[in-house]
């Protein structure tokens, strides 16, 4: 029987306090749920900006020509294809996630659009990454610390697989710091967001999760020293539409 007075037994699924080891599934339940919708959705709960945000993410990561990257919570592939681009055929870009239905998704995706030369599929829990300590030039994850349970360890492990002088670079929701701009953000995501859900990917709990996650994630100066504790340096971030979405980058050099 779970102790429910111990509260460190306990992490948040959206607005709701959950046994930590719960957590995992309940999120995949989410994603095992909208894969099929997953783009779509995308497309229009962002008005489209989401491809804006990944262009400016791909931009800071540096990456060239003949790099291994590692993608977390790759989704359908939207980061991962605009790296394997970069790295070209002597590069590699490890696309993951930790759940199957959206790796499924996203491997069908990119397998539809010929991209099958120097991408490698794989399911990883960001918490516990399958690969030798300095293995990859960059490690980037779109969209996705915020569903980690053990956002610190995850970095942790970021940090150990990039080699020296490589980066990490997470692409997020974050918190709004433009004045005025909240109330009508609060409303856009607690009221509309659930209706499109609803009508679109015929899923409104999900999106309701989805609103929720963001508003318990770090906000940009905590994650900015979460990622400094794990051992990245130089560690800086960028808002982008008032902070609706921040992109958090660091370097390791030893």
């Not at 993410?57 to 919570?73: H, K």
């Not at 995501?189 to 499109?196: T, V």
């Given at each position: 029987m779970i102790d429910m007075s111990d509260k460190s037994r306990f992490t948040h699924f959206g607005f709701k306090d959950v046994p930590w080891e719960e957590k995992q599934q309940k999120v995949a339940d989410v994603f095992h749920s909208v894969a099929g919708n997953y783009d779509v959705m995308n497309d229009t709960m962002s008005m489209g900006l989401h491809r804006l945000w990944?262009?400016?993410?791909?931009?800071?990561?540096?990456?060239?020509?003949?790099?291994?990257?590692?993608?977390?919570?790759?989704?359908?592939?939207?980061?991962?294809?605009?790296?394997a681009a970069l790295v070209g055929p002597t590069g590699k870009v490890v696309f993951s996630d930790i759940n199957a239905s959206m790796l499924a998704e996203g491997r069908a995706r990119m397998e539809s659009q010929g991209l099958i030369g120097n991408i490698r599929y794989a399911?990883?829990?960001?918490?516990?990454?399958?690969?030798?300590?300095?293995?990859?030039?960059?490690?980037?994850?779109?969209?996705?610390?915020?569903?980690?349970?053990?956002?610190?360890?995850?970095?942790?492990?970021?940090?150990?697989?990039?080699?020296?002088g490589g980066r990490v670079l997470i692409l997020e929701f974050s918190q709004v710091t433009m004045p005025g701009l909240k109330?009508?953000?609060?409303?856009?995501?607690?009221?509309?967001?659930?209706?499109?859900?609803?009508?679109?990917?015929?899923?409104?709990?999900?999106?309701?999760?989805?609103?929720?996650?963001?508003?318990?994630?770090?906000?940009?100066q905590t994650l900015k020293?979460?990622?400094?504790?794990?051992?990245?340096?130089?560690?800086?971030?960028?808002n982008l539409n008032g902070g609706i979405v921040a992109i958090h980058r660091g370097f390791k050099y030893q």
């Open positions: 990944k262009r400016r993410a791909i931009q800071l990561t540096g990456v060239r020509t003949g790099q291994t990257v590692l993608d977390l919570a790759s989704g359908t592939g939207d980061l991962a294809k605009q790296m399911q990883i829990n960001a918490e516990n990454i399958p690969f030798p300590d300095d293995t990859f030039d960059c490690v980037t994850i779109g969209f996705g610390l915020r569903n980690v349970t053990d956002k610190q360890k995850a970095l942790n492990e970021m940090c150990r697989v990039i080699k020296p109330p009508i953000y609060d409303a856009y995501s607690f009221h509309l967001l659930p209706k499109m859900g609803k009508w679109i990917a015929k899923d409104e709990e999900s999106y309701r999760y989805l609103a929720e996650s963001i508003r318990k994630h770090p906000d940009q020293g979460m990622m400094t504790d794990a051992g990245l340096e130089d560690t800086e971030f960028f």
